[in-house]
Nanobody
């Protein structure tokens, strides 16, 4: 079992940057495919980024492609989401999630992930 903790959220002006971190407080995430999702008030949870366990492949939706970058440091047992050129529509609670061990898939649906963090708030002001 894996327990995930996100950090790095906050308030930033449009055009600014934030880096979110996701660490495992229990267990290790180094062998799991990982993903980031977000949920704004009144909206469904939305896929943001995914990375395979070995970091050889990543995936993004068009809404964040070219602005967001997912990465991982398996030695530090941490996954990151670098967010640049933030827009007000990026405002949401951001969640990291662990999928399945040694997965080379890049799932975009929340039901494809087993373990979730508690979320971190990102607010982008205009």
């Amino acid at each position: 079992q894996v327990q995930l903790v996100e950090s790095g959220g906050g308030l930033v002006q449009a055009g600014g940057s934030l880096r979110l971190s996701c660490a495992a407080s229990v267990g290790t995430l180094s062998s799991y495919g990982m993903g980031w999702f977000r949920q704004a008030p009144g909206k469904e949870r939305e896929f943001v980024a995914a990375i395979t366990w070995n970091a050889l492949s990543t995936s993004y939706p068009d809404s964040v492609k070219g602005r967001f970058t997912i990465s991982r440091d398996n030695f530090k047992n941490t996954v990151y989401l670098q967010m640049n050129n933030l827009k007000p529509e990026d405002t949401a609670v951001y969640y990291c999630a662990a999928g399945y061990r040694y997965s080379t898939l890049l799932p975009t649906t929340s039901r494809s992930y087993q373990y979730w963090g508690q979320g971190t708030q990102v607010t982008v002001s205009s």
